[in-house]
């Protein structure tokens, strides 16, 4: 039976970073004569929001030269600015300000957009019809809702900026601009989620899922736990699940409806992992021999539900590669907290998790996320507990340094 995906409508640090967590919280006298020191004024200078994106992004003054600034040409890059209007709607907040001075065309904008139809979008479906439903969120969803049209923007920069290396640093400084500009306004939908918005909440959080992986992978961040505990991924990947529960899923009459009543082929078949039956029979015993009484039940679903992810994915029964993620959606509240904590039991289970992730790495956005997780997991893990981690280090091609 086919499976849900959480993750795209069909199927199954830095600056941004701390603001994405703040989205998901929201649903969080001397004597005449005497001799006086001399005084140490500091020299008055003028802020400009005017400097070029590059400089932006690595926090260096910029001299504003234009059409390429002394900082960008002693460093060979190609130099960017922000079009006045883009600036002005820093405060504004509104992408309707830009649309309605005549004659000012972005053309970054334009860019982004052309991309995003012809190629971005069919980068996120393994078919065709995925991506025109993807392609349809533009004009349903994110012309009404700027900050899903800026998260948009956000990805399709980024995936420039893999398609165009030269120019990596301008997209990547757009894309940022943009992710910004979206967290700041999405914030203020969640608040305030109904039936008016409630599409646009759940597709800007799903994409935030995107961008945070089409960013690579980040120190001490492995989308289930993080090096401190807590990952902010992984707040906002079951956001995805809150969202849809805050109203009642036949609300989403823009996203998720259309996803389940769509219907697109099966996968290809995969040649399925070595002996993965026979793995996960021997990890469903040891971990029912050595698990807490009051844990154990919990442990033995979360192993029950990975197979489940297996089977449909060997068995071609599955749509879409990402409902994979399927697992990590349906897992329960107290299994993720002890995962975060780096709980050994649920780290182990979390390693045999990262084998199904390790195919949707023919995606641009999931490169290098498979290896850096495993490598997040085995520094995690006590020595004693390391030996069952060795198969799906194995199936996924990883050496440990």
């Not at 960008?72 to 405060?91: E, H, I, M």
């Not at 972005?106 to 995003?116: K, P």
């Not at 992992?273 to 021999?289: D, I, M, N, S, T």
Request: glycine content about 6%; charged content about 25%.
């Amino acid at each position: 039976m086919q499976q849900e995906s959480p993750l795209t409508e069909h199927t199954p640090a830095s600056r941004g970073s701390s603001q994405a967590f703040l989205v998901a919280s929201t649903y969080n006298n001397n004597d005449e004569g005497a001799s006086r020191p001399p005084t140490i004024t500091r020299k008055s200078h003028r802020k400009s929001r005017a400097g070029c994106r590059n400089c932006k992004t690595r926090r260096i003054k910029c001299d504003e030269t234009k059409p390429h600034c002394a900082n960008c040409k002693r460093r060979q890059v190609r130099c960017g600015y922000p079009n006045t209007t883009t600036t002005s709607d820093l405060n504004s907040g509104d992408l309707a300000n830009d649309r309605s001075r005549p004659g000012d065309l972005q053309i970054s904008d334009i860019e982004l957009t052309y991309h995003w139809i012809t190629s971005t979008s069919h980068s996120l479906s393994a078919w065709a019809s995925g991506a025109a439903r993807w392609q349809s969120i533009m004009g349903d969803v994110a012309f009404e809702h700027n900050h899903v049209l800026h998260l948009l923007f956000a990805l399709t920069a980024l995936h420039l900026a893999t398609c165009r290396p030269t120019r990596c640093e301008e997209y990547t400084a757009t894309a940022e601009h943009h992710y910004e500009r979206a967290l700041a306004q999405v914030t203020r939908e969640i608040v305030s989620i109904g039936p008016s918005n409630c599409d646009a909440v759940l597709v800007s959080v799903q994409l935030i899922c995107f961008v945070s992986w089409a960013r690579g992978p980040q120190a001490g961040e492995y989308l289930a736990f993080g090096k401190q505990g807590r990952s902010e991924w992984l707040v906002m990947f079951r956001g995805i699940r809150t969202t849809l529960e805050s109203l009642g899923r036949d609300q989403f009459a823009k996203t998720h409806a259309p996803a389940v009543r769509a219907k697109d082929r099966l996968l290809p078949p995969l040649d399925e992992p070595f002996e993965y039956e026979k793995q996960l029979q021997g990890l469903r015993e040891h971990v029912a021999y050595v698990s807490e009484p009051a844990e154990r039940d919990d442990n033995a679903r979360a192993i029950g539900v990975l197979h489940e992810c297996y089977s449909s994915r060997y068995e071609s029964k599955d749509a879409e590669y990402h409902v994979a993620f399927a697992w990590l959606y349906r897992m329960s509240d107290d299994f993720l907290n002890r995962l975060q904590q780096r709980d050994p039991l649920p780290l182990v289970i979390y390693a045999y998790f990262v084998v199904l992730m390790h195919d949707i790495e023919r995606f641009w956005y999931m490169k290098g996320w498979t290896h850096h997780v495993m490598g997040g997991i085995l520094e995690a893990l006590p020595k004693e507990h390391r030996v069952w981690i060795r198969w799906p280090v194995a199936m996924v091609g990883w050496i440990a340094p």
